[in-house]
């Protein structure tokens, strides 16, 4: 998530946007459709999809690879998994009446408790009948000559849609590295964002886990509770900061359910998404004996808010130093090995340029005697064997290996199906030199394709539920536009797509985000081109940009549609 930047007021929009509509008439034969939209995924995206298309009077359909809705939640069943963002900010705003009905436990949710909300929201909305479960779109095929999409699933079906809206979340991709032996392993291994839903017991069992990013960080402390001995191989040590998590209060509770529009303009009124209070000041213009109190205030506290203190540790390095080498100092305090320290502490990039953890006793969790860290900086990985892993200066016998390894993120869930647009090209094929679109929404030479939180949009770098809540707004308000003009297809224009990215590369040059090899970059993937992919510009510059857009009529976007008179097409439900 980022912090508020205090980025240029002005961020220069792209005037190449306000290019004229093409609103041609096609002269294509109105086709029988299985339904007028179909949505990919249904976690918080595509559940909302879901229901605001609904109430927009589309016929509309999800297909779900899981067994049942909440998306990342369904499936990140690992020991610890939990939200880095605060109960009462990662949920929907959609509904006041929801809002006042669920109470949330804790002050950051714990995946089963984010899984109940989710499929709280499904039955309480009469979702589920709109859902197959179970099933993967393996490929959808666009055909201009009547403005479809046909969709192919692993269970055999073939369907056909006017439009195709993509909410497969920015790491739903989970990804292995390339380990010499990976096969060999004799023992049960396990991905973080793939946990057996019927849990894993690691008692008594000599664990090992590759990867100290988020899921590594929130597993690793309650993997090292209940093995008999667990280690960890560090590839790149990471910040984290104490959440600090703890039972909502009662009165927590009630403000939270009925300060409705006051919770929903103070998170609207920021870059992330999230209430946030900081100094105001730039973090150089504070004596350091003052700095020191602030941070020591948020670090007391817990949560994100330390991050967003002063607005320029974003920007200015010398500025993030003092925040970075605050956390490197604690970790020092907190690990009582000097040596092991020293390898906890991040030195190669500036803090927050990569995504910022929060831990519950990540750090403290190293002064345990069951628990060794291996430095793969100071001895690489050289082979998996049959009962463990070899370094370049020892062997390490184990029973259970857990990848927490991450995501082939934003791009790889859209790639790993074979979309293929208007000129027969795949998506792939298409981003091959890096992911391009407008607004993180469309994609030139891909019609009628919605992609929710893709990338050049906040997506991650915002609370993702209302991200999502914003595209599909947006997505809806388009449709139900195209319909009342008797219009059947839009297409981003490759002119406009190309102002955009353009612009979500400026804006990240203003930032550190560019100081760090991170999954932001593609950098964990071998070969993956190297492009900041979200929109750094933050929520309130990117809503102003969307919204301009669609009150101008869709500037940057070719519409097209059966010429006036003719009859609209007249979607046939199927039983999914």
Same mark, same amino acid.
């Given at each position: 998530?980022?912090?508020?930047?205090?980025?240029?007021?002005?961020?220069?929009?792209?005037?190449?946007?306000?290019?004229?509509?093409?609103?041609?008439?096609?002269?294509?034969?109105?086709?029988?459709?299985?339904?007028?939209?179909?949505?990919?995924?249904?976690?918080?995206?595509?559940?909302?999809?879901?229901?605001?298309?609904?109430?927009?009077?589309?016929?509309?359909?999800?297909?779900?690879?899981?067994?049942?809705?909440?998306?990342?939640?369904?499936?990140?069943?690992?020991?610890?998994?939990?939200?880095?963002?605060?109960?009462?900010?990662?949920?929907?705003?959609?509904?006041?009446?929801?809002?006042?009905?669920?109470?949330?436990?804790?002050?950051?949710?714990?995946?089963?408790?984010?899984?109940?909300?989710?499929?709280?929201?499904?039955?309480?909305?009469?979702?589920?009948?709109?859902?197959?479960?179970?099933?993967?779109?393996?490929?959808?095929?666009?055909?201009?000559?009547?403005?479809?999409?046909?969709?192919?699933?692993?269970?055999?079906?073939?369907?056909?849609?006017?439009?195709?809206?993509?909410?497969?979340?920015?790491?739903?991709?989970?990804?292995?590295?390339?380990?010499?032996?990976?096969?060999?392993?004799?023992?049960?291994?396990?991905? &973080? #964002? =793939?946990?057996?839903?019927?849990?894993?017991? *690691? !008692?008594?069992?000599?664990? %090992?886990? /590759?990867?100290?990013?988020?899921?590594?960080?929130?597993?690793?402390?309650?993997?090292?509770?209940?093995?008999?001995?667990?280690?960890?191989?560090?590839?790149?040590?990471?910040?984290?900061?104490?959440?600090?998590?703890?039972?909502?209060?009662?009165?927590?509770?009630?403000?939270?359910?009925?300060?409705?529009?006051?919770?929903?303009?103070?998170?609207?009124?920021?870059?992330?998404?999230?209430?946030?209070?900081?100094?105001?000041?730039?973090?150089?213009?504070?004596?350091?004996?003052?700095?020191?109190?602030?941070?020591?205030?948020?670090?007391?506290?817990?949560?994100?808010?330390?991050?967003?203190?002063?607005?320029? &540790? #974003? =920007?200015?390095?010398?500025?993030?130093?003092? *925040? !970075?080498?605050?956390?490197? %100092?604690? /970790?020092?305090?907190?690990?009582?090995?000097?040596?092991?320290?020293?390898?906890?502490?991040?030195?190669?990039?500036?803090?927050?340029?990569?995504?910022?953890?929060?831990?519950?006793?990540?750090?403290?969790?190293?002064?345990?005697?069951?628990?060794?860290?291996?430095?793969?900086?100071?001895?690489?990985?050289?082979?998996?064997?049959?009962?463990?892993?070899?370094?370049?200066?020892?062997?390490?016998?184990?029973?259970?290996?857990?990848?927490?390894?991450?995501?082939?993120?934003?791009?790889?869930?859209?790639?790993?199906?074979?979309?293929?647009?208007?000129?027969?090209?795949?998506?792939?094929?298409?981003?091959?030199?890096?992911? =391009?679109?407008?607004?993180?929404?469309?994609?030139?030479?891909?019609?009628?394709?919605?992609?929710?939180?893709?990338?050049?949009?906040?997506?991650?770098?915002?609370?993702?539920?209302?991200?999502?809540?914003?595209?599909?707004?947006?997505?809806?308000?388009?449709?139900?536009?195209?319909?009342?003009?008797?219009?059947?297809?839009?297409?981003?224009?490759?002119?406009?797509?190309?102002?955009?990215?353009?612009?979500?590369?400026?804006?990240?040059?203003?930032?550190?985000?560019?100081?760090?090899?991170?999954?932001?970059?593609?950098?964990?993937?071998?070969?993956?081109?190297?492009?900041?992919?979200?929109?750094?510009?933050?929520?309130?510059?990117?809503?102003?940009?969307?919204?301009?857009?669609?009150?101008?009529?869709?500037?940057?976007?070719?519409?097209?549609?059966?010429?006036?008179?003719?009859?609209?097409?007249?979607?046939?439900?199927?039983?999914?």
């Amino acid at each position: 998530m980022t912090a508020d930047l205090n980025l240029p007021a002005d961020l220069n929009l792209p005037a190449d946007l306000n290019l004229p509509a093409d609103v041609s008439p096609a002269a294509a034969l109105e086709p029988t459709l299985d339904h007028e939209v179909v949505v990919i995924g249904a976690g918080f995206g595509g559940l909302y999809a879901l229901h605001e298309l609904r109430e927009a009077g589309f016929s509309a359909h999800a297909f779900e690879s899981g067994g049942g809705v909440g998306g990342t939640w369904y499936w990140n069943r690992y020991p610890g998994a939990r939200c880095d963002v605060e109960s009462v900010d990662y949920c929907y705003s959609f509904s006041r009446e929801l809002n006042a009905e669920w109470a949330w436990s804790e002050r950051f949710a714990g995946q089963p408790e984010i899984l109940r909300y989710a499929e709280h929201v499904a039955e309480r909305f009469d979702l589920l009948p709109m859902i197959t479960f179970d099933t993967r779109i393996t490929s959808a095929r666009y055909d201009d000559g009547d403005h479809t999409w046909t969709v192919e699933t692993d269970q055999g079906r073939r369907l056909r849609c006017r439009f195709l809206v993509a909410a497969v979340g920015a790491l739903s991709a989970t990804q292995v590295p390339e380990i010499p032996g990976h096969d060999r392993f004799t023992g049960p291994t396990h991905h &973080t #964002g =793939r946990w057996p839903h019927e849990g894993v017991n *690691l !008692a008594g069992k000599r664990v %090992g886990v /590759i990867g100290t990013g988020s899921s590594g960080i929130q597993a690793i402390p309650e993997i090292a509770a209940e093995a008999a001995h667990l280690t960890v191989f560090q590839r790149t040590p990471n910040y984290s900061l104490p959440a600090r998590n703890r039972p909502m209060s009662s009165r927590e509770i009630w403000v939270a359910q009925r300060d409705y529009e006051g919770l929903l303009a103070s998170g609207n009124a920021t870059n992330a998404g999230v209430y946030n209070v900081g100094t105001g000041r730039p973090a150089l213009a504070d004596p350091p004996e003052r700095r020191a109190e602030e941070y020591e205030h948020r670090w007391a506290v817990g949560g994100t808010d330390l991050m967003r203190t002063y607005g320029d &540790t #974003g =920007r200015d390095v010398e500025a993030n130093e003092t *925040l !970075a080498e605050f956390v490197r %100092g604690k /970790i020092r305090e907190i690990v009582a090995d000097p040596a092991t320290a020293a390898s906890l502490v991040p030195t190669d990039h500036p803090i927050g340029s990569k995504r910022i953890c929060l831990d519950s006793g990540y750090f403290a969790t190293y002064n345990r005697d069951n628990v060794t860290l291996v430095d793969l900086r100071r001895e690489p990985i050289v082979t998996i064997t049959e009962t463990g892993i070899d370094t370049d200066a020892a062997s390490y016998d184990l029973d259970v290996l857990v990848f927490a390894t991450g995501y082939d993120a934003m791009t790889g869930p859209l790639t790993r199906i074979d979309l293929r647009g208007a000129d027969g090209d795949s998506l792939a094929q298409r981003w091959s030199g890096g992911p =391009r679109s407008l607004l993180g929404i469309a994609v030139a030479g891909f019609p009628n394709l919605f992609t929710l939180t893709g990338p050049g949009s906040p997506s991650v770098l915002a609370n993702v539920i209302r991200a999502n809540e914003q595209h599909v707004d947006w997505v809806v308000a388009c449709l139900t536009y195209l319909r009342e003009r008797g219009l059947t297809r839009i297409e981003a224009d490759a002119q406009a797509q190309d102002a955009w990215a353009a612009h979500v590369h400026e804006v990240a040059t203003y930032t550190l985000y560019l100081h760090a090899k991170s999954w932001y970059l593609g950098a964990n993937i071998d070969g993956k081109p190297r492009q900041f992919m979200p929109y750094i510009g933050g929520m309130v510059a990117y809503r102003k940009a969307c919204d301009d857009c669609a009150a101008a009529g869709y500037p940057g976007f070719a519409l097209a549609g059966a010429p006036r008179g003719s009859a609209a097409a007249t979607p046939v439900t199927k039983p999914a």
